[in-house]
Structure formats: C-alpha cells, structure tokens
C-alpha cells in the first residue's frame, strides 16, 4: 500500500534552515507529482509546492517563493522541501501529498506530518 514517511521537523530560531524529507513506497514514485502541504494552528491546511514526476516544480506558494525549494530523488523514491530564511509565520506541521491511479479513479495520500515550529 502506499506510504508517505516524513521526517526532518524541529525547532528552529527565525532565519534558520531545515530540510524536510519524505520516503515513499508502495507505488511508482518516479511517475507521479509529489507535494508539501501545511497546516498552522486554526488555519486550513495550503499547498507549499508541487513537483512533476519529472522534478519540474508546478506550484509554490507565494509566501515561501525565494525562501523554499522542493526537489525529488526517483531514484531514491524521496521528495525534499528545503526551507531557507524560516519565518515565525511558516511554523506549522508539514505534509507530504501524492495522487496515484486506483483503478477508474485517483486516490489522494497524505504522510503523517512532521511539526515545523521557528521560534526564539
């Protein structure tokens, strides 16, 4: 089945770096768009940044566009958003997100999130 596995999350002060991963099995990684989402406290949860099967990066929010990039190793089945110049305002659990075929319909898969929290 699929899985999505992220890690990486911490504590970080304001102006500071993290890269998050996220380990992927159980489908054709290298065939499919991988994105980072995340949700703050009492907000809904927004798309970070989207990457094509083909490491073409589609959609990033216009919050962390300078700051964040997303990147993939296919032959690693591993997506990574590495964030730069860390703002208190980015501070929320971070998902990973793919779609894939299932059967006549695409089914959605989320990780389980790894906090992000940038604080002094």
């Known amino acids: 089945q699929v899985q999505l596995v992220e890690s990486g999350g911490g504590l970080v002060q304001p102006g500071g770096s993290l890269r998050l991963s996220c380990a992927a099995s159980?489908?054709?990684?290298?065939?499919?768009?991988m994105s980072w989402y995340r949700q703050a406290p009492g907000k809904e949860r927004e798309l970070v940044a989207r990457i094509t099967s083909a490491g073409g990066v589609t959609n990033s929010a216009d919050s962390v566009k300078g700051r964040f990039a997303i990147s993939r190793d296919n032959a690693k089945k591993t997506v990574y958003l590495q964030m730069n110049s860390l703002k208190p305002e980015d501070t929320a659990v971070y998902y990973c997100n793919t779609r894939v075929p299932n059967g006549i319909t695409w089914s959605t898969y989320w990780g389980q999130g790894t906090q992000v929290t940038v604080s002094s």
């Open positions: 159980g489908f054709t990684f290298s065939a499919y768009a």
